[in-house]
């Protein structure tokens, strides 16, 4: 019973609810089961949080680059291994990387260093997820205008052959994707987030119904909720799609994400669009407050997964137990809808499930992040 550990605190949330009076019990990085305490094994050393309670590791399927080494412009395992201990000092033990629209050369040099991260056993990185070129330049947003276009089948096809089991998620304007382009990304488990785009209401729905299941940064870089005209963002409301969302204060108001939680429940999950500063590069990053821009143009944020869940409760209103879901639980289930597998068991405590797991304490800080 070497490999068995527990661990424990006043209360443990589940992803389903909350319990007190017990202790999780580890084996072999896996959760064998929680119990009530008094009914643990004496002979087995147990790790206890007074004052604290536990939570599922957090999930940020949004993040660029930490400490000044943007992943698109160092594409590389020392930059993710940077990008982890960010992500991990922030609750978040699994992470998407993701490029904003660049090159095909430097897609491909992404893919290549995540495929080395992961033979010299780095952890934490889901995969990649690609932001653009396939987008709209009427809402490029801090996108470099120059290699935006609609892409080929071929060319998808020739991305994905490189990227075969790295690439996760890729956002897109589905209405400057063809139908066969689309259909070829979902038959190859990839996660399809609408983003960047200009479509209308219609053209929205539509996409969602031949099989897009995810919009990016809800409100930011989209045709917005107007009256007479919905766009993507009213179609996101008004659908059974799920949706991103950046809880800074700078890319949405905070009563926005209020407005959109109460009508989306839980289809709406944070992720924190994180940045890091960088002079080299297509894009130019520089820190203005508690926010990034690039060229005078708001370009990602400085928040982490614990700050975005102390935002939620604190700044935006939400329940505890839901906001902890929206920085865990659902944005895996955002990414299994295209990639069913045991490998995505992770976001709740339940036997079974991976043993990654926050500790916070009453004020919402991170005591801890057990892995």
């Known amino acids: 019973m070497t490999d068995t550990k527990i661990y424990g605190a006043d209360k443990i949330f589940t992803g389903e609810g909350w319990l007190s009076g017990h202790a999780i019990v580890e084996k072999a990085g896996v959760i064998d089961q929680i119990a009530p305490v008094s009914t643990l094994p004496e002979n087995i050393s147990a790790e206890f949080f007074p004052g604290c309670f536990m939570a599922p590791a957090f999930v940020d399927v949004q993040i660029y680059g930490a400490y000044k080494k943007l992943f698109a412009v160092y594409p590389e395992p ?10 991990n000092n922030g609750g978040a033990a699994w992470f998407l990387p993701t490029v904003a629209t660049n090159s ?6 992404c893919i290549d260093a995540i495929k080395l991260y992961w033979e010299q056993g780095g952890e934490g990185v889901l995969g990649l ?9 009427l809402k490029k947003g801090a996108h470099i205008e120059s290699f935006i276009h609609s892409p080929t089948l071929n060319e998808a096809k020739e991305l994905v052959a490189h990227g075969k089991d790295v690439i996760r998620m890729i956002t897109l304007a589905p209405e400057v ?15 399809i987030s609408a983003g960047h785009s200009n479509a209308t209401y219609a053209e929205a729905m539509k996409s969602f119904q031949n099989g ?39 890319h949405v108001d905070y009563a926005a994400i209020r407005i959109a939680k109460k009508i989306m429940g839980e289809r709406l999950f944070a992720i924190t669009d994180a940045v890091t500063e960088t002079n080299e590069g297509y894009y130019q990053h520089y820190l203005a407050g508690d926010k990034y821009e690039s060229a005078g143009i708001l370009s990602g944020s400085a928040l982490n997964m614990n700050k975005a869940l102390q935002n939620l ?22 990414l299994s809808k295209q ?31 057990i892995e």
């Open 129 to 137: 997820h690609i932001e653009g070129p396939w987008i709209n330049p």
């Open 177 to 191: 994707c063809s139908g066969e382009v689309i259909d070829y990304l979902l038959s190859q488990n990839i996660t």
């Open 212 to 250: 897009i299941t995810m919009v990016t940064h809800l409100y930011n870089a989209m045709s917005g909720l107007q009256h007479r005209a919905p766009g993507l963002a009213g179609a996101t409301l008004d659908s059974n799609v799920m949706a991103s969302v950046i809880p800074d204060g700078h």
């Open 104 to 109: 095909p050369d430097v897609f491909y040099k």
């Open 339 to 369: 990639n069913e597998s045991d490998w995505y068991r992770i976001g709740e405590i339940a036997k079974g499930f991976k043993a990654k797991f926050v500790v916070l304490n009453e004020k919402l800080e991170l005591v801890k992040l």
């Open 313 to 334: 409760v604190n700044r935006v209103g939400i329940q505890l137990d839901e906001a902890l879901r929206m920085c865990s639980l659902y944005p895996i289930k955002a």
């Open 78 to 87: 020392d930059s993710l291994y940077k990008l982890k201990d960010y992500c």
